[in-house]
């Protein structure tokens, strides 16, 4: 079965760090653009990140740029996040997902199951 | 470009036709998903291109719409169906979301 599991998630205070990690399985990982999405408690779906395929193209939610950095070591078939400065308003569940090629209108058909990361003193 | 999802919540019966909407303030064609998420759980593709139902997905779920209206129906509300259910546009970036709409009985 195709399959994403995420980890790095946990308690950090205020202005901390955090690195997220996304391993992939049973699919040709670097052949598929990824995104990062989070949900805070109660809340709904917001995308925060993109990276294609091979590295080249990445973005940012204008609510995290500067703050968040994008990475994926295809020879490890994962996908990263590095948060910094953290904020109680980064308390979320934070989900790795896979986004399907044009032929799919680029839809996000594999998701993992989430990882939390709860900003608090 | 700004998602309007409507409505926030409704309460149906089992059995009943449900229909979500889904307004972008941009054309996207059809480059339109809808998402399931049921409570503690993440979030599950239905439909992509607006109208295509993702393998394994039951034919109760049905889209459609095209440019800037688009909407998702379930045509018989089965009680697993308790769910909140989410619009995505993969058109632009940044990706967006709608709001999301709260399915209860």
């Known amino acids: 079965e195709v399959q994403l599991v995420e980890s790095g998630g946990g308690l950090v205070r205020p202005g901390g760090s955090l690195r997220l990690s996304c391993a992939g399985s049973?699919?040709?990982?670097?052949?598929?653009?990824m995104n990062w999405v989070r949900q805070a408690p109660g809340k709904g779906l917001e995308w925060i990140s993109y990276?294609?395929?091979?590295?080249?193209?990445?973005y940012y939610a204008d609510s995290v740029k500067g703050r968040i950095t994008i990475s994926r070591d295809n020879a490890k078939n994962s996908l990263y996040l590095q948060m910094h400065s953290l904020r109680d308003e980064d308390t979320a569940v934070y989900y790795c997902?896979?986004?399907?090629?044009?032929?799919?209108?680029?839809?996000?058909?594999?998701w993992g199951q989430g990882t939390t990361v709860t900003v608090s003193s | 470009i700004q998602m309007t999802q409507s409505p926030s919540s409704l309460s149906a019966s089992v059995g009943d036709r449900v229909t979500i909407t889904c307004r972008t303030s941009q054309n996207i064609i059809n480059y339109l998903s809808w998402y399931q998420q049921k409570p503690g759980q993440a979030p599950r593709l239905l439909i992509y291109g607006a109208s295509i139902l993702q393998s394994g997905v039951p034919s109760r779920f049905s889209g459609r719409g095209s440019g800037t209206d688009f909407s998702l129906s379930i045509s018989s509300l089965q009680p697993e169906d308790l769910a909140t259910y989410y619009c995505?546009?993969?058109?632009?970036?940044?990706?967006?979301f709608g709001q999301g709409t709260r399915v209860e009985f």
């Open positions: 995505q546009q993969s058109y632009f970036n940044p990706r967006t």
């Open positions: 997902a896979r986004e399907g090629s044009r032929r799919y209108f680029y839809t996000m058909d594999v």
């Open positions: 049973r699919f040709n990982f670097s052949t598929y653009n």
């Open positions: 990276i294609s395929n091979t590295g080249s193209t990445i």
